[in-house]
């Protein structure tokens, strides 16, 4: 049996995505390439070190999948429907839930299951988790388009959104891809609290709250704790303020809601947790990248500001 493009959007739809698109299978094109390397060599990918390793295969996806022929792009919503109290220390939105990369890989598994048992074709599931520039690829299957602020923005929906890219053998028709720019009002640049995001310009990873308070590992540069506020992990400041995100809707998938003991944390539980109670609350969750240690040293900043 052959699938087809509407097969594959039906398929996305049940396993609950809010948007799917098809892009073919091809080299990134030059001013992406160029634009991504020029980010990394001016050291703005901070220390995100991984994002200057693997540059032939994130240019070109094939390497991810011998004769992969169609790039399958999905999103989810994660704006929640309920949100910690103000006085909590903060969590990036897209944190509240389970563990993105499980939610969406389980989806994408499932897709890729169909898939060969119905054609044969093979697939991989990459949720950041693969030299692969999703927001690219979610472009050109026509899900949405960068922000300044750089997000991808859903087109319609706004940029609460999870990724995921399914590679796949199978030969489908491919969307066209977003054309539509953001509104370029500015407001990501004027409410970034840290000064990480110029003129449209890839974002300064060295100065991006949400890279230093998750990825960074040891002590943090002293100037954060002037900026941090009440971030404790990650920050949503240039995603609050655009206007591409003033209809969000409260997302209804049941592992990305958020558990009330987590909703209850307080900045002394953070500050006294133990291991075994990191371990409790995140067992699933997407902080277990901060690791305890990281953690608790955002929370003590917030608590000394
Ligand atoms: S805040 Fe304005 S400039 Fe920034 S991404 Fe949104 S629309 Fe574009
Ligand atoms: S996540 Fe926060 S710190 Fe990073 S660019 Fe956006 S507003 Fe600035």
Known sequence: MQLTKTDIKLMAQELEFDACGIARVDRIDDEAASRYAQWVSSGKNGCMQWAASNNEVRENPELLLEGARSVIVVAMNYYPQVFQSPEAPQFAYYAYGRDYHEVIKKRLWE?????????????????????????????????GFLGLNNQL?????????????LLTTL??????????????????ERACPSGALH??????????LSCLTIEHKGVLPEWVGDVIGNRVYGCDECQKC?????????????ELQPSPEFLALTHEDIL???????????????VKR????????????IHNA
């Not at 923005?153 to 890219?165: P, R």
């Not at 003129?199 to 991006?208: H, L, S």
């Open 242 to 254: 655009c206007p591409h995100n003033s209809n969000a809707v409260g997302n209804t998938i049941a």
């Open 290 to 301: 901060a690791k305890l240690a990281g953690l608790q040293r955002n929370a003590k900043l």
């Open 111 to 143: 897709m890729a299951r169909i898939i060969e048992q119905e054609t044969g074709a093979k697939s991989r599931a990459c949720v950041d988790s693969a030299p692969l520039r999703e927001r690219y690829w979610a472009q050109r299957a026509g899900i």
């Open 272 to 286: 006294q947790m133990t291991q075994e109670q990191f371990s409790h609350v995140f067992s699933h969750s997407a």
């Open 199 to 208: 003129c449209g310009e890839p974002v300064d990873a060295r100065r991006c």
């Open 153 to 165: 923005i859903t087109s319609g929906k706004g940029s609460y959104f999870f990724l995921g890219v």
């Open 171 to 188: 030969e489908l028709e491919p969307d066209e891809p977003c054309d539509e720019t953001c509104m370029q009002c500015g407001a990501c």
